[in-house]
């Protein structure tokens, strides 16, 4: 029987961040990274979710498998492969650039969930089909690393996990654009027709806009206070706001004057750094912010940092990090609101003279170069940052698109383009004086 339901499933499926705001705490503070060192227990499922994944296309694109972090109960095979299909058939949306229907995943009574998570795909598909880099997925890979499974009295199971992922863009041929330490809960209830969803949720902005927040780690559907149709004004406004930025890139930026740098910033250092610790795990050295609204900005600083720009305790104003405890006395002691906070730096790029770091906000867009900074957010809002690794040029040397690294969302090598924040400014690092 439980053969057969799966089997039946199959026939409908066919073959990620979700990405987190760091101006914006991410939906559960209780949340943890868990190091990769503690999960020891691996589980390789069978071929059926590659073979639905091959349902309507020449061949396979993707691959996904399931682990256990240590003292984490197994899953039942069908709960594992439900998992699995589901990721799936996401990124079949992503390769095809067209929403798949997942609702003969939830259950009966889950509708409302199942169309409200297909809202959510509808936004991040429509996002990346308006770019001019092609973001369809010409491969894919990912891990679920299931880090608690909870059962409640009326038999629903919660399941907590989280997600690397490699995507690999028809775009950027080679380049493994990847991510770390998506987290994801899954809710499942036994059905006549086996184990199907109730709801999933994401530590995402995306996700946190479209579906409202909830309360705690394991709720129920109806901790969620939306419904459809407000999804749905949801997902067009935010379409409806993605698209003017992007239309409007191309002419994005002011010309500014001739400025003055007398120390040469390091780009290849700034980048190294970045490349290094763009993963789930921080650098023990600093403080980590993920669960205060967001570690981006504290990564960001930490690389430009590396990349040799001092750390600027002077007057008129600040950008430092000495400590945890706030500080606005120019000494060196405590961190600035400008190391941490994604407005504040760029408070801190249009007012800083004198002493300290050099940069340009709000350049062309398309000006960039690695090591330089993509301050995003949307209705004009702020509120993740993120740095070049790469920039990409078409056949007559002109810039097309950037790849990142960012941390809260934990992403190496990923295209700009295909952020869900579509409003973005390019502040550009020239170095600094002394």
Not at 66 to 83: G, H, S, Y
Not at 214 to 241: C, E, T
């Amino acid at each position: 029987m439980q053969r057969r339901s799966v089997s039946m499933l199959s026939t409908i499926l066919v073959v990620s961040v979700f990405l987190s705001a760091c101006q914006n705490a991410a939906f559960d503070a209780s949340i943890s990274q868990e190091p990769a060192s503690s999960l020891m227990t691996e589980y390789i499922p069978d071929l059926l979710a590659i073979e639905t994944v091959a349902a309507t296309r020449e061949a396979p694109i993707g691959t996904g498998r399931v682990r256990f972090a240590e003292n984490t109960d197994r899953l039942q095979p069908q709960q594992e492969q439900l998992l699995l299909n589901f990721i799936h058939l996401y990124y079949a949306s992503l390769a095809d650039l067209e929403v798949k229907d997942a609702t003969a995943l939830f259950a009966a009574d889950a509708s409302e969930q199942a169309g409200i998570n297909r809202i959510v795909w509808e936004t991040m598909v429509g996002v990346r089909a308006m770019q001019e880099s092609d973001l369809r997925l010409t491969g894919y890979s990912f891990e679920l690393r299931v880090q608690t499974v909870i059962e409640a009295e009326n038999g629903e199971v919660s399941i907590r996990a989280q997600e690397d992922f490699v995507q690999n863009f028809a775009a950027f041929p080679g380049v493994d654009s990847k991510g770390f330490g998506v987290v994801h809960i899954f809710t499942l209830t036994n059905t006549s027709d086996g184990w199907r969803l109730v709801s999933h949720r994401q530590a995402d902005r995306l996700y946190g806009t479209i579906m409202g927040r909830r309360n705690g780690v394991g709720g129920s559907a109806s901790d969620i206070n939306i419904s459809s149709a407000q999804a749905r004004q949801r997902r067009d406004d935010w379409l409806s706001a993605s698209r003017e930025a992007v239309q409007g890139r191309g002419s994005q930026g002011n010309a500014h004057s001739e400025v003055t740098v007398g120390n040469e910033y390091n780009r290849a250092a700034a980048v190294s750094y970045a490349r290094e610790w763009a993963t789930a795990q921080r650098n023990p050295v600093w403080g980590v912010y993920d669960r205060l609204g967001g570690n981006c900005q504290n990564f960001v600083s930490q690389a430009i940092l590396a990349g040799g720009v001092p750390m600027d305790y002077t007057a008129p104003a600040q950008w430092k990090w000495f400590g945890d405890t706030p500080s606005s006395a120019f000494t060196a002691s405590g961190r600035a609101p400008a190391w941490t906070g994604v407005n504040e730096f760029l408070a801190y790029v249009r007012n800083n003279t004198g002493f300290g770091m050099v940069a340009i906000a709000d350049a062309p867009f398309y000006s960039g170069q690695p090591g330089d900074v993509i301050h995003m957010g949307m209705h004009g809002e702020w509120r993740h940052t993120v740095m070049i690794t790469q920039v990409i040029e078409d056949a007559q040397g002109n810039t097309v698109d950037y790849l990142i690294a960012s941390n809260t969302a934990n992403l190496l090598d990923f295209p700009v383009s295909a952020y869900h924040y579509q409003e973005q400014m390019l502040i550009r690092i020239l170095g600094w004086n002394a």
